[in-house]
């Protein structure tokens, strides 16, 4: 079984750049989960799908973050405009209902 | 406010036996979580316990005691390779919510 994915594995923009994450989740998970982790801090949650929904998105920063799950498969989150403090490693998970979140590699995001 | 305590470092010796505390005050509690995380990788599940008592599998442990706020992980026989950060996570759970809510990290290092 395929783990979680994500895409690009690293990306370095300026600021005032549009970028966006790219998360395909494990075949089956409904619930799909992003997470960022700042230099030196904890990972923080930022919002939870169940299949296409939003279910949670009580993490998100700003407005300049959109998180989609079109069709309930992989997700994408954008940030747009990028800003310095966006830098960080951007997490998605996954999982059955109520289970285990297996995460991805993550991708490094920096804002330059 | 939510709060998770975990040593930011520890040392030990290769097939010697370690262990990781982790303290937790959150406002929800629906399990919690041990993820082992080698540099530039994902995070990978460890153990899971929603109940008080010790979950053992194989080479690890971990422990909960929901009174006191407070977990354990145990590793025994220590290998090389287990030498990566090592990720305290409380469920929080409040109607549909399932997020996990992170510890900064214990950096164990093995020598040899």
């Known amino acids: 079984e395929a783990g979680v994915t994500q895409f690009p594995s690293h990306s370095v923009i300026e600021k005032g750049q549009t970028v966006t994450l790219r998360c395909d989740p494990i075949?089956?998970?409904?619930?799909l989960y992003w997470y960022r982790r700042v230099m030196g801090k904890e990972i923080k949650f930022l919002l939870h799908?169940?299949?296409?929904?939003?279910?949670?998105e009580s993490g998100m920063p700003n407005n300049r973050f959109l998180a989609e799950r079109t069709g309930g498969t992989y997700s994408t989150l954008k940030v747009q405009p990028a800003e310095l403090e966006d830098s960080g490693v951007y997490f998605c998970?996954?999982?059955?209902?109520?289970?285990?979140?297996?995460f991805g590699p993550g991708t490094r995001l920096l804002v330059l | 406010g939510q709060n998770i305590d975990q040593p930011t470092e520890m040392t030990a010796t290769e097939g010697a036996i370690v262990q990781i505390n982790c303290t937790y005050q959150?406002?929800?509690?629906?399990?919690l979580f041990w993820y082992q995380q080698h540099a530039g990788e994902a995070p990978t599940f460890l153990s899971y316990?929603?109940?008080?008592g010790l979950e053992e599998k194989g080479r690890f442990s971990s422990f909960l005691s929901r009174s006191k706020g407070y977990s354990y992980l145990l590793l025994k026989e220590l290998q090389m390779k287990d030498s990566a950060s090592y990720l305290c996570?409380?469920?929080?759970?409040?109607?549909?919510?399932?997020?996990?809510?992170f510890g900064t990290g214990t950096l164990l290092a093995v020598q040899p």
């Open positions: 799908f169940v299949k296409e929904s939003k279910q949670d």
């Open positions: 998970a996954s999982s059955r209902t109520q289970e285990t979140q297996y």
């Open positions: 316990n929603v109940l008080d």
């Open positions: 959150t406002s929800g509690f629906n399990g």
């Open positions: 996570a409380v469920r929080d759970y409040g109607g549909a919510t399932n997020k996990l809510i």
């Open positions: 075949s089956g998970h409904d619930n």
